[in-house]
């Protein structure tokens, strides 16, 4: 087997042979990458099943068809996206071809994080082949499974010169960052996302992070509250709560929490039945050591658990659970939750809630829900997160067309659809010149006098009036 670093060279040389430059080699790993997820659908489901009780429903929509929806809007979109991109000039560049280029970066790394363990590798890697470049994949050793089966199916499928898994916990990545990349992009906890940067600066290479973060979820004013709980619940405890973009907690008024409780409880039942723990509609805590993280959390936290709070440690298992009279400082405020535990805070007005969330880190999703226009207008325009969906949760990252990605402390730049192709392209700048006009151009040359100055300026600025030409 290859060390890691002969894995990063046989990479390289591939990428300076300029076998990813053609759009038709690009095409074709593309598209061998749509074989390799429909040929393997069953054990995909079956690794995911293994790894988190993963719902097949969910597996579906959330990895398996996310990444093909991916490859489709790639596929049908990058030919245009390679173009060169022709830039407006100004009176002294009007003669040259001024255009952005779209170059690939060259060999890029993605960690992957083990809760979307096929998606968050997949979906970046989407974005780099498109952009022309070779890969390495790293994937989360938590989620064993499907760790080693993209480690087993993507040298079948893809060209084992310009992509390559990497597989390893923190050891073994840190060990393979000591490699030159042209890019990291990595997911994961904001904690590793330290040592990430710290190993990047070495080479100066440049790092897309998409970390977590407390995601707020706002209820106010005139709500649906039976539609509002519904989506709400679908949105938390999907996947148990471990989504980088799960609400987090709640703030509402103690009016609304009166109503929302019992419109949640009537929700969980309709989706997860008297008994959850024998729904199959239901994920697992990924390992034994997050379902303990997850427990003292819960029995640190002074609040009064309203709904939920039975768990089995040998089965994994934590039931949907509410949790009330939670204050600002308490433990279950204190870090991501990334489980089926949902802090319920009261607020008094709309102002208090924005102060809240304006407190903490900027977070990678903010949502409220609302029939007031004027309720989601000033939560949109008074604070600031990755993304932002009203009177709904997660639906927002489906889109292609939307970038995909945090702000602050909970991530740097972004990805999804034409956004994942220009996180792993350089925008060259180009201008193509040829020797015409070389007595305008002259007007540079020393001796240097205040009238060629003066002409100059007014070439060389944005909107000069074309009356000369
Ligand atoms: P993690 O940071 O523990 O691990 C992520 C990856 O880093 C894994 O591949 C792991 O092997 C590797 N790693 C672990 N320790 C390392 C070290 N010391 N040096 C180098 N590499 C190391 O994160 P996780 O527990 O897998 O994922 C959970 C976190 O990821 C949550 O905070 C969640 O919000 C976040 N997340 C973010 C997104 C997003 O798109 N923004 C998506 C999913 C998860």
């Known amino acids: 087997m290859d060390t890691q670093s002969q894995v990063v060279d046989r990479l390289r040389s591939a990428f300076q042979s300029g076998i990813t430059i053609p759009e038709q080699f690009r095409r074709a790993q593309l598209t061998k990458l749509v074989s390799m997820i429909k040929d393997n659908e069953e054990l995909i489901l079956h690794a995911l099943h293994k790894d988190l009780a993963k719902p097949k429903f969910e597996a579906v929509l959330s990895e398996l068809d996310m990444v093909t ?20 000039k100004s009176l002294a560049t009007k003669f040259d071809d001024c255009f952005i280029r779209r170059e690939p970066l060259g060999v890029v790394l993605i960690i992957g994080a083990w809760n979307y363990p ?13 952009a022309g470049n ?17 480690a087993e ?56 992070l998409e970390l977590g973060g407390k995601c707020p979820c706002i209820i106010y004013g005139r709500v649906n509250i039976a539609a509002a709980a519904r989506r709400l619940v679908w949105a938390k405890y999907f996947n148990a709560g471990q989504s980088c973009v799960a609400p987090d907690y709640v703030l509402c008024t103690p009016d609304i929490l009166e109503a929302l409780l019992p419109a949640v409880r009537k929700a969980l039942l309709d989706f997860y039945g008297e008994e959850p723990q024998t729904c199959p509609d239901l994920s697992r805590i990924v390992t034994p050591r997050h379902w303990s993280r997850l427990m003292e959390l819960l029995g640190k936290s002074s609040g009064k658990v309203v709904v939920g709070g039975e768990s089995n440690e040998e089965d994994r298992y934590i039931a949907p659970t509410v ?17 089926p535990i949902l802090p319920i805070l009261t607020i008094d007005s709309l102002e208090q809630a924005v102060d809240l969330v304006n407190r903490k880190e900027k977070p990678l999703a903010l949502y409220v829900f609302s029939d007031e226009s004027s309720v989601v207008n000033t939560v949109l325009e008074t604070t600031n997160s990755g993304g932002f969906c009203s009177n709904d949760g997660i639906i927002h990252m489906t889109l292609p067309s939307l970038p995909f990605g945090g702000v602050g402390g ?10 994942g192709f220009e996180t792993f392209s350089h925008r060259r700048a180009c201008m193509l010149r040829g ?22 300026r007014w070439t060389a600025s944005p909107k000069p009036s074309c009356s000369l030409m």
């Open 69 to 88: 929806n991916e490859l489709h809007h790639a596929i049908a979109n990058f030919t245009g996206w390679m173009k060169p991109e022709y830039v407006s």
């Open 118 to 130: 096929l998606q968050l590798l997949l979906l970046p890697m989407v974005g780099a082949i498109a």
């Open 134 to 150: 070779c890969v390495v994949i790293k994937p989360s050793e938590v989620s064993a499974a499907t760790d080693a089966l993209i």
């Open 153 to 208: 199916l993507i040298p079948k499928y893809l060209s084992q010169d310009c992509c390559a898994v990497v597989r390893g916990g923190a050891e073994e990545t840190k060990a393979l960052l000591q490699n030159r990349f042209d890019h990291i992009f990595y997911t994961g906890s904001q904690t590793v996302a330290r040592s990430i940067l710290q190993a990047a600066s070495v080479h100066l290479t440049p790092v897309t």
């Open 323 to 339: 949790v009330v009279d939670v204050a600002e400082n308490d433990a279950l405020m204190e870090e991501e939750i990334f489980g």
């Open 410 to 419: 909970s991530g740097w730049g972004s990805y999804h659809g034409r956004w």
């Open 435 to 456: 020797y015409a006009l070389e007595r305008f151009n002259g007007l540079r040359y020393p001796p240097y006098r205040e009238d060629k100055l003066s002409w100059l």
